[in-house]
């Protein structure tokens, strides 16, 4: 578990980490590798949700992960595809968008995108109520950390409590 989020998190709850097969279907379609800090927090603590609104979902969950990330991206194309102020690094990333957790309070989602300088995954929240979009300079063990330590404030996001609650019919538990 990335160091930063076990002491807000405490031990992993997930027992049994995704199978190899499984994180190679969702890599394979996305043509390459996630951020290892990421897929290691997934497999600690995904099919959950974080502060009782952000579902982060696992390649072998309830709404498996391949499965969430196809839907959500072509939710997020029709939701923001006639959307003028998006920043120039997600629309040059363009089939590089990578959805990996939803709010379910209002319909945020919190994207992967490449970035072009260096070719390393960002982390972006797309706040669909009023569309605008949140570039996030930290690794995505940063953002949770700061998000979840309630150092970041995210407009629209209420802070509930648990902080990690697994989704109610997880195949995982």
Known sequence: MPS???PLLGPPERFRPASTQAWRHVEDW???DLPADYKEFVDGYGDALLRGHLFVPHPEGSDPL???MQEERRS???AYGEVRN???ELTDAGEEIV???YHDWNGDVCLFFSDPENGQWRVAVAFRQCPEFLLV???VTEFLALFLSDRRALRGWPVREPLWQSMPDSPLM
């Open 137 to 139: 300079e930290e690794s």
């Open 76 to 78: 997020f194309q029709e």
């Open 30 to 32: 996305l043509g390459r």
């Open 66 to 68: 391949l499965k969430f």
């Open 99 to 101: 959805p990996w957790a």
């Open 4 to 6: 930063s989020l076990e």
């Open 86 to 88: 998006i920043p120039s």
